[in-house]
């Protein structure tokens, strides 16, 4: 009897032993960790229009999340009950560097994922460095089509659309408004996301306006700073039209420099990424000036409640709306949760493993402030999205740039099918393209 009882005793404290255990292990579950690598610009020339804004983009959505303070489907805390623990890189110095940087991320940090990179050529170094290490990578931005045209990538996402659409849509803005286009010049910078943006905007005017001339092709060179010969020979030989992908300190410089002097009325320029320079430059900015944002981003946003709740956070923190580069961190953070929240459920809870988060992102679908993004292209890896290109006016009341005659483009107008690739699609006349 004695015996009997210590054994129910003995049973009693091992039970209250693993109901603790359980309850502790509970605890250390739900206060895991998800890490996350977050590149861009905070340094050098791209810095202050473009990889600050970004950064500050995931700071205030990762404090929503972690929060559980985003609207639904977005509303559980951190990723999937995970708490996010940001670490945050410099993209500045080059492609070389970034490899290095993307590495330690990996190796010495330990990241689950990473998400980064605004130049088309750090986004090409790096791809294939990521799908070499089998890590999770989340290309946010960056424009060349030739990351998944020209290459196959299991472990490899960008969650916004390429250059391509942003070059279809201006140049389908100009046809829709009948805007003369005899001739036209082009200045973009020289290199990946330059010449992709170069060849696109050629190709549909081909298209579009049969019989168009190229005149002035001018290529400087990444962070030139300084246009004074560019900007006497556009003047020297204006166009109807002169095409620009400058972005960052270098599009903001084209302006001050060139506005002056008088360059954007002697031809209707068309920007395919410049809205992001708009509240920086204000009044500086000339009006009539045709931009896109390289999608329907801050002031071509569509009204939504999602819209209306990223708005409200982020201009609370930085009192000044959210332009492209934010908008697009904030779309690949959007993706990211929702992969991670589906992949921990088809895994019973746990902490998805790099395949098991590519398995929940390819060929999935969310809804931004900019309208739903489809991981269409590059076996599901690439997104597209709806497009939208407007025309400047600065509102001396409001002391801000203004976007009239807007015109949204669906996805499907703009961006080429799975099957063909961008240069072959627009050279064939955009087959398959729907745009009513």
């Keep these: ?49 473009f990889g600050i804004p970004a950064v500050n983009g995931a700071k205030v959505v990762i404090e929503a999340f972690n929060k559980g303070e985003a609207p639904a489907p977005y509303n559980r805390a951190g990723f999937g009950g995970m708490k996010i623990e940001p670490v945050y890189v410099d993209e500045n110095g080059g492609a070389t560097k970034q490899v290095q940087e993307l590495r330690n991320l990996y190796d010495r940090e330990n990241v689950d994922a990473v998400v980064g990179y ?148 002697r031809s209707q320029f068309v920007l395919s990424a410049g809205d992001h320079v708009l509240p920086g430059l204000g009044d500086k900015m000339p009006d009539g000036v045709i931009l896109g944002a390289r999608g329907a981003y801050g002031l071509l946003s569509p009204k939504s409640a999602l819209n209306d709740w990223w708005w409200g956070i982020y201009q609370k923190a930085y009192t000044v709306y959210p332009v492209q580069a934010p908008n697009r961190m904030l779309q690949a953070l959007l993706g990211l949760k929702l992969a991670v929240e589906k992949a921990m459920a088809a895994n019973g809870g746990k902490k998805p493993t790099a395949e098991q988060l590519a398995a929940a992102l390819r060929g999935s679908e969310w809804d931004t402030p900019a309208g739903k993004v ?59 393209a729907k745009c009513n």
């Design 374 to 432: 489809r991981m269409a292209l590059g076996g599901g890896h690439q997104a597209v999205q709806d497009a939208a290109i407007g025309k400047t006016r600065y509102d001396a009341a409001k002391k801000m740039v203004m976007l009239d005659d807007i015109q949204r483009f669906p996805a499907d107008c703009v961006n080429p099918p799975a099957n063909m690739k961008s240069e072959d699609w627009i050279k064939a006349g955009f087959p398959g």
């Design 118 to 265: 605004v130049g088309s050529g750090d986004c090409l170094a790096v791809a294939p460095v990521a799908e070499e290490m089998k890590k999770f990578l989340i290309l946010y931005d960056c424009g060349t089509p030739r990351i998944f045209e020209d290459g196959k990538y299991n472990y490899v996402f960008r969650t916004a659309s390429h250059a391509t659409m942003d070059n279809v849509a201006l140049a389908r803005y100009l046809k829709a408004r009948n805007i003369k286009a005899d001739t036209f010049n082009l200045i973009n910078q020289d290199y990946a996301w330059g010449q992709d943006s170069r060849k696109d905007f050629t190709l549909s005017m081909e298209k579009l306006y049969p019989g168009s001339k190229v005149g002035e092709d001018l290529l400087p060179k990444f962070g030139a700073g300084q246009y004074g010969t560019e900007i006497s020979a556009l003047m020297a030989k204006p166009a109807d039209v002169t095409h620009s992908s400058l972005w960052g300190g270098d599009l903001q410089a084209l302006v001050l420099q060139g506005a002056p002097r008088g360059l954007f009325k």
């Design 1 to 49: 009897m004695t015996l009997h009882f210590f054994t129910l005793a003995a049973r009693a404290a091992l039970s209250s032993v693993a109901a603790a255990a359980a309850l502790l292990a509970t605890g250390v579950q739900a206060q895991e960790t998800f890490k996350v690598g977050i590149v861009s610009f905070l340094s050098g020339q791209a810095a202050e229009s």
